[in-house]
């Protein structure tokens, strides 16, 4: 069994009138999360914001193992967590106290508040695991790819025809503050959340995939009235505060995983920015 971790990366929360003086360096080392499938390694980064671990885990060599970092002052990574887990790559499996669930490519599985031993296999497998702190225990429970509640979104038209597939929500698997899925762009679409949106009570994280090496997402965030942008390459995630929008148009088709966290699990509850008012 390999445990190889390194260090956890922790980012503190920023202040939106912070990100107006940021350059590309800057807003790169504080919303954009790159190098998270490093071979037989758990990555991790925890952001203040709604306390959210991003990690990431690739199995390659044989069963890896999920740690714990003494930042989070528990005995085991789930102790007082929950999290949510997108396999990425190619087909893998993940054993939850001895409990073993195959995950294909796009498979979702939550594990609950209390599971002490999370096992990843899959030579090729890549697994993206979004968690958040948890005040109960919900059952480990897996979705198939599509197998959530699926909504068809956006227009040819406007290029942004896509399928949101909700997986972890208040109508599917139950938690405690994740809400999960992952959306995936027709062939030809570029935009994701255009007309964009915030969302002031959670902060929402975005994990892109299935995006030619080649290619890039150009991710919009900040205040709906002042925006930047991020150049964002397949498998690199992007963390939204609260204040932020999160939308992006990429120069192909694409996936990503969005996961949210914060004080409320709904969905629609969502402030709109009309396109012509964004700056
Ligand atoms: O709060 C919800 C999230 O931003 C995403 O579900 C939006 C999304 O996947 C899309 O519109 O393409
Ligand atoms: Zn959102």
Redesign the pocket.
């Given at each position: 069994m390999i445990t190889t971790q390194p260090p956890l990366h922790v980012r503190h929360a920023t202040h939106p009138a912070q990100i107006l003086g940021f350059d590309t360096a800057a807003l790169r080392e504080h919303y954009l999360v790159e190098d998270l499938f490093t071979p037989d390694t758990v990555t991790a980064v925890l952001t203040h914001h709604d306390r959210i671990v991003l990690a990431g885990a690739r199995p390659a060599s044989g069963p890896l193992a999920l740690g714990t970092w003494p930042e989070l002052r528990s005995e085991y990574f789930l102790e007082r967590r929950e999290a949510g887990i997108v396999n990425v790559g190619a087909p893998g499996r993940i054993t939850v106290d001895g409990a073993e669930f195959e995950l294909t490519t796009g498979a979702c599985l939550y594990a609950g508040r209390g599971a002490r031993e999370v096992v990843f296999e899959g030579a090729d497998a890549a697994f993206y695991l979004f968690s958040a702190p948890a005040h109960t225990d919900y059952p480990t429970t897996l979705v198939e790819p599509g197998q959530g509640n699926r909504l068809e979104?956006?227009d040819q038209q406007t290029a942004?025809r896509?399928i949101?597939d909700?997986y972890i929500h208040a109508d599917g698997v139950q938690s405690c503050q994740i809400?999960l899925?992952v959306?995936t762009l027709h062939s030809g679409s570029t935009w994701?959340?255009?007309p964009a949106?915030t969302?002031d009570r959670?902060t929402?994280c975005?994990l892109y995939f299935g995006l030619p090496e080649s290619e890039r997402v150009v991710h919009l965030l900040g205040e709906p009235e002042q925006t930047r942008h991020l150049l964002v390459a397949d498998r690199q995630a992007v963390i939204s505060p609260s204040w932020s929008i999160?939308?992006g148009a990429g120069t192909s088709a694409y996936s990503?995983v969005?996961a949210?966290a914060g004080e409320n699990q709904a969905?629609s509850d969502?402030d709109g920015v009309d396109v012509q008012d964004l700056r």
């Open positions: 979104l956006g942004n896509r949101i909700q809400v899925g959306t994701n959340t255009m949106h969302h959670r929402e975005y999160h939308s990503f969005w949210m969905f969502m």
